[in-house]
């Protein structure tokens, strides 16, 4: 069955660079899309099609992309940003739709 | 204001069923897909099932499949979800979501709670 698999955590200082990636054989051929969590609340979209920003996201957050794996970058990391995140896209045929194990941000 | 409202949780014992309902506001519910996410207490997403815009297509994650089954009622811009034969590993909290290739956006969740 198709995977993705994300790091379960990442840690960082206020204002330094998060990064979370996100690895996927099928991930050339779909786009990903990252969500936030934060504890108690609803996931929240972060990123669509790799790198577009829905509005209202702030600027600090960015996806990328390069061959089997995708990455959300945190510029500026502030406290609030501590949260669960995942990655999610879609299997090769485009039917259903797959999530990553979360990655757990903990701002230090 | 875009709003979706799940509800219908509740507790069920093993070999159970519950119909889960999502009422959706703010945006056009006619003319999009909608899904079923859930989570498990402690753990990660898990899509559940997606429903066409008509109904006419219907996709379900193979733990649920042959169990759940995913409508819609446009006129009501109603989800549901009939989940028959439930298991312990069915609890979690269910949300529904609308899909524009992700997930976007999200009710606030109901919690299942399947034990005896």
């Known amino acids: 069955s198709y995977e993705l698999t994300q790091p379960p955590s990442v840690s960082v200082s206020p204002g330094q660079t998060a990064r979370i990636t996100c690895s996927g054989d099928?991930?050339?051929?779909?786009?990903a899309y990252w969500y936030q969590q934060r504890p108690g609340q609803a996931p929240v979209l972060l990123i669509y099609?790799?790198?577009d920003r829905p509005s209202g996201i702030p600027e600090r957050f960015s996806g990328s992309r390069s061959g089997t794996r995708v990455t959300l970058t945190i510029s500026g990391v502030q406290a609030e940003d501590e949260a669960d995140y995942y990655c999610?896209?879609?299997?090769?045929?485009?039917?259903?739709?797959?999530f990553g194990g979360g990655t757990k941000l903990t701002v230090l | 204001e875009v709003q979706l409202v799940e509800s219908g949780g509740g507790l069920v014992q093993p070999g159970g069923s519950l119909r889960l309902s999502c009422v959706v506001s703010g945006f056009n519910f006619t003319t999009s897909w909608m899904s079923w996410v859930r989570q498990a207490p402690g753990k990660g997403l898990e899509w559940v099932a997606n429903?066409?815009?008509?109904?006419?297509?219907?996709y379900y994650a193979d733990s649920v499949k042959g169990r759940f089954t995913i409508s819609r009622d446009n006129a009501k811009k109603s989800l549901y979800l009939q989940m028959n034969t439930l298991r312990g590993d069915d609890t979690a909290v269910y949300y529904c979501?609308?899909?524009?290739?992700?997930?976007?956006?999200w009710g606030q969740g109901t919690l299942i709670t399947v034990s005896s």
């Open positions: 099928s991930l050339p051929k779909q786009y």
């Open positions: 099609k790799d790198s």
């Open positions: 979501a609308r899909v524009e290739g992700g997930f976007d956006p």
């Open positions: 999610q896209s879609t299997d090769s045929s485009g039917t259903y739709k797959i």
């Open positions: 429903i066409k815009q008509d109904g006419s297509e219907r």
